[in-house]
């Protein structure tokens, strides 16, 4: 359904953006999982708007009460449903928008797909907001995957014009990834955190936006998960991606890069297998030990770990594009529904310049989700 | 599962590329679609390999045997059955690549997947062979989709390093689209599909191969169709179009263009709507008028036809990057399962030199599939 | 999943009995519902508890609080998250139940499948009490199928060794359901509801409990709803209805009457349709008229409307079953974990004698949401 | 949908009884499950009408064809079809059917359904033969589980009104499940198999036929399997059981017998667990061995086997009820669609007077079925 995803564990979101309050439950979860209450909400700080000037100065204040599924420390199995109050919400910036149709937003085509009924206040549940409890989610799917020695982290690969330097697709080291969650404007490149940051700042002073395009990594998967055709890991990966408000584009590993490349090029080249004459092994611990991260299998990995839908042990890498923000000060060009016409009309209110920098903690997140997902359909719900 | 796709429609993918048969099962197909099966076996030759030195000389004879859910002419709305016997195998030609893991295949992941009982001839059930019963279950939706207006093509927008023009994202023709479905080397402009060819030759006689880039297009799409979050119409296209062996990569409208833009430059302004005071509606009867074709809603189309996951009446289109054949004669770098050590390996065999040249009807397919699905859900299926 | 159900509508169940709040989210309900919320509190009355004394005397106080997708008085199409505050929790009654094993409880089955860590206070997510959230989402549902002429009614046809009169398999009436509703003790002989009264007054005294079954009929279902195999009608609803704790059995129209009928007998005949040369329709007006419910289409119903797996148009009726209440105050022989041994073991708090009695409205909500989504399934989204 | 069943494995059944073939794709079986074919055709033979006087004496030839999902002797996880040719079909019996809707049949129910464009020539896709690709995918569950220790078997408990004794809730040997499945007539008390013969006889002579019960029994499961709420393992059993033509009613354990009993007597009290001091585990190797077998967990089993929806280590015991077979030689009330009129209507043909007799081996495919599921959701697919 529109707003349930998952096969082994399901999330079902819910809420609007000026509604009474936003959520999520999650289902089939592994019983027993210690959760740490202030790392979620670490999480869910990352995603906060108002921490500076690069984001919209709302405050959110997206405090998350457990209220099933927990007891004791740990996740029970049974439904996790997480609530988040609506609190700073001006609904008043709205109410001249109810006819108002804005460009770049799902206005219209929402209008259309729930008959007018749907909350059109700041976007309803379109509106990016609904990405709080996504992270929530996957901050608690994060713990449960740091067990197993997974570990995932996302910088922002281009703001604007300006690009950072790509992940070392073969060697990313677990530092990196972790660092990347304890930085404001995760970036490689130092530089180039400060030339998104002036890009940003001159979109806002120009009432206008920017878009972006974030890369995510995750590494020490097993090597054997996902399927072949439907559920292949890029299909799973994809498909929740483009749930994120704003995206319109993911590839992974060498990706568009491959529609120039030859296939001498392209195909990774085996290196001999760490442990020789190892039995082959759906999970294999070998794949989570040290030295295996040091010693990948690939001698490239243009693939991006995956292989007809199956990780292959190497690192999963994509990269994801975000839309410029579509709320912008300047006059645009909207549809007036009461008359049918074209009106010039300029968005008031408070919004992200560039709302790919807020999206670095939902890739995690999403990531996140999915990875659990196609560890417990490996693994099954009775082993933890 | 891993090879049943669909909600309101699910098909079940079945078959190794050198097994007995390869078919699909198409469950809740509306009732009473009358069925051209002429024109579906043009569908099947078109992916068909063999037909030029373009693709693989082998003749796999794509001939679809419908066993049930076909009757006096039409769909009967239960499950149809499509079966293709495999005939033209060489299986020899594999025997030796029983504990050879092939670089850039499935080979390693799927053995492991699989733990070592995969039927490795010939790629299995990870065989591009597999698409073949995609285009069957697609030939058919897109039968019931041209009787509600709706027009699907694709052409090649890359080969190597030879790129085509892109279509219009405003105003694409019907025709246009049509011609593409006629060509054997479908592109906008001829002088590309002569260098592309000659890129082709190049990598063939090279013993290499070659990636590249189709571009896909969806007209005359109702709007309303789709949902937020989860369910919104990129999730449902790039799930399916990531089934799809070799394709790494995907994007909507101006996708990945859109990291550098602005939202001044970045939102589809409107144009005012072309009957003046009309209601709105989700399937709105007008979308589907040649006025409205000649008469789009919006000034530009970044959005690629869909806002917040929904279709808003303007052309679906979107890229699709796929890889070279990883299958090539050069030496390359494979993994010997039996010594678990690297070995220098040249790949026997009759492949494409360029697997996005064959893709071509595949698209077509996966994105009528994805579309019939939408239009059921939101039509149901008392309806024609 | 565990707690998520549904094909075109979906409802996300949550929560614990002893835990901070129970929930549902419902996603996928078709937009502007007008919801009457008097009506749906009314709807939770009947199934709360402590009204008399045929129930147990906690005080649940089910109201709920809609925190997302309803506005303006309707449904917006977007997920609908229900929530219902937990407030007379003696949790303290349930401490010394953490290694107790209670005899005809989930408690054993339940800790082996989540590991220990399930909530075990008052049977957590295993609670009857879980059924308050899809008694709301059934009031929704319910108000939704008025609109379609649709009406549903359950009966106590048995409780202990007291029965009621079936319902008329061929000729419902809809007062008589309406009636159903408006009832404390629903049963169609007054004389049963006495009996049934003085049966569970007994029980109580007794320190015991009885079982009971229930009948439920859905009158004015449009023919054509439902799917051969897998989605019959039978197979949803039979479904849902074992979801409800304490269900052992199931029967529909005649049910276990069939194996000892013959053919000749358990064969339903035609009558002439009442409108002569109508054309066949999937869903005809026709069967919503005042006329046709005076004048059904067959003889007899033993099939209980449903053939193949698909109304037939006649009601559609059900015989649910109910064990008693496992809950007794009687000393039972219990599993203690900690020993590994049985222990006599007296269960105190406050207990419904009957469940089958409060089951009542839950058997009504659940039967409107299996419904309600074949409904959907027929009708999609997109029209209201 | 519709033809579609499973979680963790998926069935999609296709096929119409006077179609080209029948058959059925399992997706995501377990690789290397080493198959006996002869066993798998034996089970077919079980169902196989033409065998002695109590069935239908057409030949319908059940050799299944597996064309893919099965190399060298074992399955390899990828989708598994099974093909089975229609042979001994006589469509010209059913050509004036075209219009007319038998009682008791979906004839009817189905030509509204699907739009009048459904194949009817022997029920087509709702014909009780399409219970046999049930059987062939019921049959290689059936191999997994023996490995598993997990036996399963039926025999008629009913027929007319020819009863036998019921299986000893608490103590069923494996000895006597497998006896049920080397029976022609499986029943525990063998006066009850010559009587049971003379009501079917009798029927038959009569133009007649006779509804019945079947008592099916799975030992061995491991305790923790299902889920409280909406999977069940009576939501997943039963949703399975009423898929199967001619199904009108299903029970668990004292099932319909608990509505007039008490608690006291209803809730199963524990015994002492045999091993001591063992850990609880969800899947406890303890409850495989022999020793557990002839010591269990509870004194009695009137739940049959499930608590809150999740097996508690007891034998699952469950009984089904079969209508008569609709199609008998007597003349009846048809309906005829040219003329909106019931008309007198004789079936001719050759039916089974007793389908419950030959639902036998497809109860215990649904319930081999059913169980691999669950046990793939506790164990996941990366173990054998």
């Given amino acids: 359904m529109s707003s349930i995803w998952g096969k082994c564990i399901k999330i079902s979101v819910f809420g609007e953006s000026h509604g009474t309050a936003i959520g999520v439950v999650i289902d089939g979860l592994p019983p027993g999982i210690q959760l740490d209450k202030e790392e979620i909400q670490k999480e869910m700080d990352r995603r906060k708007p108002g921490l500076d000037t690069y984001s919209t100065p709302r405050k959110e204040g997206d405090m998350v009460d457990i209220v099933s599924g927990f007891f004791n420390g740990h996740t029970t199995g049974t439904p996790l449903c997480g609530i988040i109050r609506n609190i700073d919400k001006r609904s008043k910036d709205y109410d001249e928008l109810k006819d108002i149709m804005r460009p770049g937003h799902a206005d219209f085509a929402g209008r259309l797909r729930y008959n007018g009924y749907n909350d059109y206040r700041g976007g309803g549940h379109f509106s990016g907001r609904l990405t709080a409890p996504i992270v929530f989610a996957g901050a608690i799917a994060t713990q449960y995957l740091r067990q197993q020695g997974i570990t995932i982290g996302t910088h922002l690969l281009q703001v604007g014009r300006i690009e950072d330097t790509r992940v070392d697709l073969v060697n990313i080291q677990k530092e990196q990834l972790t660092n990347f969650r304890n930085m404001r404007f995760p970036?490689?490149?130092?530089?180039?955190?400060?030339?998104?940051?002036?890009?940003?700042?001159?979109?806002?002073?120009?009432?206008?936006?920017?878009?972006?395009?974030?890369?995510?990594?995750?590494?020490?998967?097993?090597?054997?998960?996902?399927?072949?055709?439907?559920?292949?890991?890029?299909?799973?990966?994809?498909?929740?991606?483009?749930?994120?408000?704003?995206?319109?584009?993911?590839?992974?590993?060498?990706?568009?890069?491959?529609?120039?490349?030859?296939?001498?090029?392209?195909?990774?080249?085996?290196?001999?297998?760490?442990?020789?004459?190892?039995?082959?092994?759906?999970?294999?611990?070998?794949?989570?030990?040290?030295?295996?991260?040091?010693?990948?299998?690939?001698?490239?990995?243009?693939?991006?770990?995956?292989?007809?839908?199956?990780?292959?042990?190497?690192?999963?890498?994509?990269?994801?594009?975000?839309?410029?923000?579509?709320?912008?000060?300047?006059?645009?060009?909207?549809?007036?529904?009461?008359?049918?016409?074209?009106?010039?009309?300029?968005?008031?209110?408070?919004?992200?310049?560039?709302?790919?920098?807020?999206?670095?903690?939902?890739?995690?997140?999403?990531?996140?989700?999915?990875?659990?997902?196609?560890?417990?359909?490996?693994?099954?719900?009775?082993?933890?």
Avoid at 253 to 266: I, K, L, V
Avoid at 331 to 351: E, S, V
């Fill in 187 to 384: 970036v490689i490149d130092p530089k180039a955190a400060e030339n998104m940051k002036m890009e940003i700042d001159n979109a806002r002073m120009d009432q206008n936006s920017v878009g972006g395009m974030l890369e995510t990594a995750i590494i020490n998967l097993p090597a054997g998960l996902g399927s072949p055709m439907f559920e292949s890991v890029e299909s799973r990966l994809s498909a929740f991606v483009f749930s994120i408000p704003g995206v319109k584009g993911i590839d992974f590993g060498t990706g568009f890069g491959f529609a120039s490349m030859c296939g001498s090029e392209g195909n990774d080249g085996f290196k001999a297998l760490p442990l020789e004459g190892a039995p082959p092994n759906p999970m294999p611990n070998s794949t989570k030990t040290k030295d295996l991260e040091s010693c990948p299998l690939l001698h490239t990995n243009h693939s991006g770990g995956i292989n007809g839908g199956i990780t292959n042990g190497m690192p999963v890498v994509f990269r994801t594009v975000f839309r410029p923000t579509p709320s912008i000060g300047r006059p645009q060009q909207a549809l007036d529904m009461k008359t049918m016409k074209a009106k010039k009309y300029c968005i008031h209110g408070r919004h992200d310049p560039c709302i790919a920098l807020r999206a670095v903690p939902v890739l995690d997140a999403a990531a996140a989700l999915v990875v659990l997902d196609l560890v417990m359909k490996a693994k099954g719900h009775s082993r933890e």
